[in-house]
T-cell receptor
Framework: DVKVTQSSRYLVKRTGEKVFLECVQD?????MFWYRQDPGLGLRLIYF???????EKGDIPEGYSVSREKKERFSLILESASTNQTSMYLC???????????????FGEGSRLTVL | AQSVAQPEDQVNVAEGNPLTVKCTYS??????LFWYVQYPNRGLQFLLK??????LVKGSYGFEAEFNKSQTSFHLKKPSALVSDSALYFC????????????FGGGTRLMVKP
């Protein structure tokens, strides 16, 4: 069964702390994504990656960075967490069109981050 | 540019009645269309997709969706709703001419009452 695993389901951090959210997929997908989800705002794309060491900004990259050192792992980093980054964070992966993908995303279970 | 709209924030239906969750889209090429469901404090789960072929697509949990090219719609349907269908539903579109990115609608909350 295909799987996207997010390391932490629930985190509570303090303002100013550095936060790492880890995501691992076992499907050999080329593409990986980080979204945040807030009530009334739907899913908003933070960053995505088409390949190892490649990253592209999404719609709301400010305050975030990412790392993709290995194909299966995509990390989201909050350098200095702020209260307005309290949210549900969703990782997803997909196969590229050239390798038979249709764009279908496979999601992890989500990481709910609270910044106090 | 690709876009998708879910015109209803919430849909209420009685258990046993048919349900419809609406989705319309806009693309320049051919659309790849998807429905996802999200239960509380969980990630999104894939329900069904339309890529090509039959306009009526059947998916998980008894859901189906009808692709209507002239109306640029991809409404999600189920003949008989269950209380356990209560969740948040997202429609998404990918333009066949525009890379690998999905664009999501704002989501529709489905409430099925006993």
């Amino acid at each position: 069964d295909v799987k996207v695993t997010q390391s932490s389901r629930y985190l509570v951090k303090r303002t100013g702390e550095k936060v790492f959210l880890e995501c691992v997929q076992d499907m050999d997908h080329e593409n990986m994504f980080w979204y945040r989800q807030d009530p009334g705002l739907g899913l908003r794309l933070i960053y995505f990656s088409y390949d190892v060491k490649m990253k592209e900004k999404g719609d709301i990259p400010e305050g975030y960075s990412v790392s993709r050192e290995k194909k299966e792992r995509f990390s989201l980093i909050l350098e200095s967490a702020s209260t307005n980054q309290t949210s549900m964070y969703l990782c997803a992966s997909s196969r590229t069109g050239t390798s038979g993908g249709t764009g279908e995303l496979f999601f992890g279970e989500g990481s709910r981050l609270t910044v106090l | 540019a690709q876009s998708v709209a879910q015109p209803e924030d919430q849909v209420n239906v009685a258990e046993g009645n048919p349900l419809t969750v609406k989705c319309t889209y806009s693309v320049s090429g051919n659309p790849y269309l998807f429905w996802y469901v999200q239960y509380p404090n969980r990630g999104l789960q894939f329900l069904l997709k339309y890529i090509t072929g039959d306009n009526l697509v059947k998916g998980s949990y008894g859901f189906e969706a009808e692709f209507n090219k002239s109306q640029t719609s991809f409404h999600l349907k189920k003949p008989s709703a269950l209380v356990s269908d209560s969740a948040l539903y997202f429609c998404a579109v990918r333009d066949s001419n525009a890379g690998n990115m999905l664009t999501f609608g704002g989501g529709t909350r489905l409430m099925v009452k006993p």
